[in-house]
């Protein structure tokens, strides 16, 4: 069975840090890439960052770019997403997402179900 498991979520204040883990299992994580996506109440998913396992290539969304870092540890086949100086608009909820590649679209294979990050100003 596949799963995605995220972790790490939390209440923040605006510029502090948090670092979400998303465990996967059930599939061979080096072969795929994992994102991570975000949803706010009433917006639309958005895109955060990507990561593929096959040749280490890391991509983020401009919003999120030189705060967030993305990384993979395959030997424990889990992908860390390290978040600094968060702000408000930053909350939302984070889902990880496999796929054998990164790309722009949102219907990646697999999905978790999603890990809450408030941040408070």
């Known amino acids: 069975e596949v799963q995605l498991v995220e972790s790490g979520g939390g209440l923040v204040q605006a510029g502090g840090s948090l670092r979400l883990s998303c465990a996967a299992s059930?599939?061979?994580?080096?072969?795929?890439?994992i994102a991570w996506f975000r949803q706010a109440p009433g917006k639309e998913r958005e895109g955060v960052s990507c990561i593929s396992n096959s040749d280490g290539r890391t991509y983020y969304a401009d919003s999120v770019k030189g705060r967030f870092t993305i990384s993979s540890d395959n030997a424990k086949a889990t992908v860390y997403l390290q978040m600094n100086n968060l702000k408000p608009q930053d909350t939302a909820v984070y889902y990880c997402?496999?796929?054998?590649?990164?790309?722009?679209?949102?219907?990646?294979?697999?999905w978790g179900r999603g890990a809450q990050v408030t941040v408070s100003s």
């Open positions: 997402a496999a796929d054998s590649t990164c790309w722009g679209g949102y219907d990646y294979q697999y």
């Open positions: 059930g599939f061979t994580f080096d072969d795929y890439a």
